[in-house]
């Protein structure tokens, strides 16, 4: 009796997987323009940071085209330290920030438009800062194609 159970249970699971495994999958365009709103995840400071630095941030809020997510809360997004202006007698500091690509529902690296973010210092004098969990918006650079199952 326990090996007709387990035969019964075996086949049933085999079943479930051949359908999950045959669904069809659902594409949704995601067209260039769309907004993307960011939140670093480190802190940066122009008396540490140096241009070149890569940056990694994560996506704030979902995107969503036609009802469906196509880029979720949490997804890693990557940018760069662009520049590093040092303040003088009458200007701050500042770090522009520049972003390249973040990943998609379906695992893609989505091209963003090279949007640059500047933070400046509050004071002259004293270095600019950006806190973790600064926003910092972006827009798809190219109509994609994304697979959203």
Same mark, same amino acid.
């Given at each position: 009796?326990?090996?007709? #159970?387990?035969?019964?249970?075996?086949?049933?699971?085999?079943?479930? #997987?051949?359908?999950? !495994?045959?669904? =069809?999958?659902?594409?949704? *365009?995601? =067209? /260039?323009? &769309?907004?993307? $709103?960011?939140?670093?995840?480190?802190? $940066?400071?122009?008396?540490?940071? &140096?241009?070149?630095?890569?940056?990694?941030? +994560?996506? +704030?809020?979902?995107?969503?085209?036609?009802?469906?997510?196509? %880029? +979720?809360?949490?997804?890693?997004? @990557?940018? +760069?330290?662009?520049? %590093?202006?040092?303040?003088?007698? /009458?200007?701050?500091?500042? $770090?522009? $920030?520049?972003?390249?690509?973040?990943?998609?529902? *379906?695992?893609?690296? @989505?091209?963003?438009?090279? !949007?640059?973010?500047? @933070?400046?210092? &509050?004071?002259?004098?004293? =270095?600019?800062?950006?806190?973790? !969990?600064?926003?910092?918006?972006?827009?798809?650079?190219?109509?994609?194609?994304?697979?959203?199952?």
């Amino acid at each position: 009796m326990k090996s007709l #159970f387990n035969t019964a249970l075996f086949i049933l699971l085999q079943t479930a #997987f051949a359908f999950a !495994n045959n669904a =069809p999958t659902k594409n949704v *365009d995601l =067209p /260039s323009g &769309t907004l993307v $709103i960011l939140e670093l995840n480190e802190k $940066i400071s122009t008396s540490q940071a &140096t241009i070149g630095k890569m940056l990694q941030m +994560r996506v +704030r809020t979902n995107v969503v085209v036609n009802g469906e997510v196509v %880029i +979720r809360t949490g997804c890693q997004a @990557i940018g +760069r330290v662009k520049n %590093i202006s040092k303040g003088g007698y /009458s200007t701050a500091e500042s $770090i522009t $920030i520049e972003l390249f690509y973040v990943m998609s529902v *379906d695992g893609q690296q @989505i091209a963003l438009n090279g !949007n640059e973010q500047t @933070i400046e210092a &509050t004071m002259t004098n004293e =270095p600019a800062i950006a806190q973790i !969990n600064t926003l910092i918006t972006a827009q798809v650079m190219n109509n994609e194609e994304i697979d959203v199952k």
